[in-house]
Nanobody, 124 residues
Framework: QVQLVESGGGLVQAGGSLRLSCAGS????????MGWFRQAPGKEREFVAA????????NYASSVKGRFTISRDNAKNTVYLHMNSLKPEDTAVYYC?????????????????WGQGTQVTVSS
C-alpha cells in the first residue's frame, strides 16, 4: 500500500515556473514507477510524465517535452515535476500515481495508487 500526497500547486503567470512534489509513504517507494497526470475541467485525465523506480528512465507527453522535468529522490520518498515556460493550457489538477510495473505508463489503468491532486492555474 502506498499513500501519495501532492503539493506545490498554485497560481502562476504564463511563462513562469512551478515545482510539484509528491510524497509517498512506505519503505519500498523505489520499486514503484511514478507518473504525473493532469485533468482540466471537462476533459479526461491525461498523461504528463513518468519515471522508473531507479529514476533512469523517463517518459514525457509531447505537449510538455522540453518544458517539464520529472525527477525523484528515493531517499526522501518523493517525486517532483519541475514545470517551466508554463502556458494557460497547462491549467489543470495535477495528480501523481504509483505503478508496480513499467509497461503502459502513459495510461491511467497502469497505476495502482493515486494522490488527491493539486491545482495548477496559469494566467495569461
Amino acid at each position: 500500500q502506498v499513500q501519495l500526497v501532492e503539493s506545490g500547486g498554485g497560481l502562476v503567470q504564463a511563462g513562469g515556473s512551478l515545482r510539484l512534489s509528491c510524497a509517498g509513504s512506505g519503505r519500498t517507494f523505489s520499486v514503484y514507477a511514478m507518473g504525473w497526470f493532469r485533468q482540466a475541467p471537462g476533459k479526461e485525465r491525461e498523461f504528463v510524465a513518468a519515471i522508473s523506480g531507479s529514476g533512469i528512465i523517463t517518459n514525457y507527453a509531447s505537449s510538455v517535452k522540453g518544458r517539464f522535468t520529472i525527477s525523484r529522490d528515493n531517499a526522501k520518498n518523493t517525486v517532483y515535476l519541475h514545470m517551466n515556460s508554463l502556458k494557460p493550457e497547462d491549467t489543470a489538477v495535477y495528480y501523481c500515481a504509483a505503478s508496480q510495473r513499467w509497461r503502459s505508463v502513459t495510461t491511467t489503468a497502469e497505476y495502482d495508487y493515486w494522490g488527491q491532486g493539486t491545482q495548477v492555474t496559469v494566467s495569461s
